[in-house]
């Protein structure tokens, strides 16, 4: 991370502190980085001169970002700022009146066990193709997935210890046979003594080596590659995958209380959204879970 602006010593010093309080509040890397992103960016705006800025001036400089940058980020400045008041400036933040962004609630677009099959089949990257079938074998999001090591990996429960999650929660996942013996087979060629997805950037037969596990761009981009070539008007994503899993565990009779264990969803509403693309009956979790994982085709075909 680009940690100050060249120059500016005063504003590099409050920078500092910034991230500091980010780390010592506990907030996920991804958050910490996001809100540093803000005031960096922020900064810049407003020539590293922080400590004063008028409702006028924030409403300015968010209606500029919006026509740059997405909702999202909007949101992830405005928190930054505001944690940068409270903590670093500790000073009375005023509330911005902010155009809410409108709430639109998309269904998002799921695969049938057949087109994970053919995702699957045309990732030609034996890495990739097994994060993707562990990814939705256990629906996980991106970030569980390649922070996966080989101790979080309990085959004596047939679980997976999911760690530091989303909400700095932990919880257990579990773990299908199919996923078991493709991960033991996949740890047979990579060789990490740590990482079950190791970083590939020290070549295929140095993976063992490397003291990182799998990129995220990396992935990402191997997944947009795979779906361009099936299904170009598709919006799916790695996160399509655990979508597609909740789904088709809801549409097998998984209970939904059950489900937001597996998820580790916070709240039920959360995971209700599904019922909306599916029936829901109730029978045994582990059961069909690994009924639906087993119908799942798997090739080891052009090993790379």
Known sequence: MN??????????????????????????????????????????????????????????????????????????????????????????????????????????????????????????????????????????RLSEAINLTINDIDAGNMRVHIRNSKGNKDRFVPLPHKTLHTLRRFWQIRRHPVFVFPNRKRGVNNAHLVDQPLARGGIQVAMTKVVNRLWPH???????LRHSYATHLLNEGIDLIELQGILGHVSLLTTARYTHLTSVTHENAREKINAIIDSVTFSWGGEK
């Open 234 to 240: 598709k919006k799916i994503s790695c996160h399509s």
């Open 3 to 140: 940690t100050k602006l060249p120059g500016i010593p005063q504003f590099n010093k409050l920078y500092v502190k910034h991230c500091k309080h980010l780390k010592l509040a506990g907030y996920q890397p991804k958050t910490v980085d996001a809100y540093a992103r803000a005031i960096r960016r922020i900064g810049n705006y407003f020539d590293c001169k922080l400590d004063n800025l008028s409702k006028d001036q924030l409403l300015d400089y968010f209606h500029d970002l919006l026509a740059s940058h997405s909702w999202n980020t909007v949101k992830l400045d405005l928190y930054g700022l505001q944690f940068f008041y409270t903590h670093v400036l500790q000073k009375t933040w005023e509330h911005i009146p902010l155009v809410r962004k409108p709430k639109i609630r998309r269904i998002p677009d799921i695969l049938s066990v057949d087109q994970v099959d053919q995702l699957l089949a045309a990732t030609r990257v034996v890495d990739y193709r097994v994060f993707f079938f562990t990814a939705y074998s256990m629906g996980l």
